[in-house]
């Protein structure tokens, strides 16, 4: 069964604009934030310059840490994500959004989260496929739901939902796209708004058919969102 397909038409309003992959990570964030209990410790998360709309409901947690080695996001525990300096099976939930493709060996962050965990403990996380290069300050990799499912291998359960289909990868590229059309002329002008306008299209076409997709569109995805017990 495919996550909580959102429903937010109007997203590309001027005012609280996020992009196409980011209305699909808050709302598969909002469908988990009743789990995130207890001690929530955010991997590579920023407590400033978030994007997007979600809000963390710190304040249902018995404490919310973020960990980062990027100062000027605020962390509480700087540290690189591989090596937290917390005690192994001390955190009920642990959220890592964003941040495997940016590292040269996952496994290690993904090896490290298993073992701040407590039995039952819950992992979310995300990973972009058909996403532009973003290096943070690099970008090495893009994972498949096999990839996802090997990285977390040793959790008890792993769901891995995918976050937006065929036409919604097309709406993405036009969408991130319309940037690199630079100058003032007509065709240009011209270029950005058909760019806009047939992005909408398709991410609104996406929204409405997903999980109904043929064999063939149902293999695209902007990216994945993964759910795992320890």
């Known amino acids: 069964m495919p996550l909580l397909v959102p429903r937010r038409l109007?997203?590309?309003k001027t005012e609280g604009y996020v992009?196409?992959?980011?209305?699909?990570?808050?709302?598969?964030?909002s469908a988990f934030s009743a789990d995130m209990r207890g001690v929530v410790v955010d991997i590579g998360g920023k407590r400033t310059n978030k994007r997007g709309s979600f809000q963390p409901p710190a304040h249902q947690a018995r404490a919310w840490w973020y960990v980062n080695l990027d100062l000027e996001t605020k962390p509480d525990v700087y540290a690189d994500v591989a090596q937290v300096p917390l005690r192994g099976q001390s955190v009920d939930c642990v959220i890592c959004t964003e941040v495997l493709e940016h590292l040269p060996r996952p496994e290690r962050c993904v090896e490290?989260?298993?073992?701040?965990?407590?039995?039952?403990g819950l992992v979310?996380?995300?990973?972009?496929?058909?996403?532009?290069?973003?290096?943070?300050?690099?970008?090495?990799?893009?994972f498949t739901e096999d990839g996802l499912r090997q990285l977390f291998k040793n959790f008890k359960s792993v769901e891995v939902h995918r976050m937006g289909g065929y036409a919604g990868v097309l709406g993405l590229m036009l969408e991130l796209g319309i940037s690199?059309?630079?100058?003032?002329?007509?065709?240009?002008?011209?270029?950005?708004?058909?760019?806009?306008?047939?992005?909408?299209?398709?991410c609104r076409y996406d929204l409405s058919t997903f999980g109904k997709?043929?064999?063939?569109?149902?293999?695209?995805?902007t990216g994945y969102f993964v759910c795992a017990i320890r």
């Open 10 to 12: 109007d997203y590309w």
């Open 112 to 120: 490290e989260i298993h073992r701040l965990l407590r039995d039952g």
């Open 213 to 221: 997709e043929s064999g063939a569109w149902a293999k695209f995805t």
């Open 180 to 202: 690199g059309v630079e100058g003032n002329s007509l065709p240009q002008k011209i270029a950005r708004w058909a760019m806009k306008w047939i992005s909408r299209w398709l």
């Open 124 to 142: 979310l996380a995300s990973v972009p496929f058909f996403y532009p290069v973003h290096a943070d300050p690099y970008d090495f990799q893009r």
């Open 19 to 29: 992009t196409y992959r980011r209305l699909w990570l808050d709302t598969a964030l």
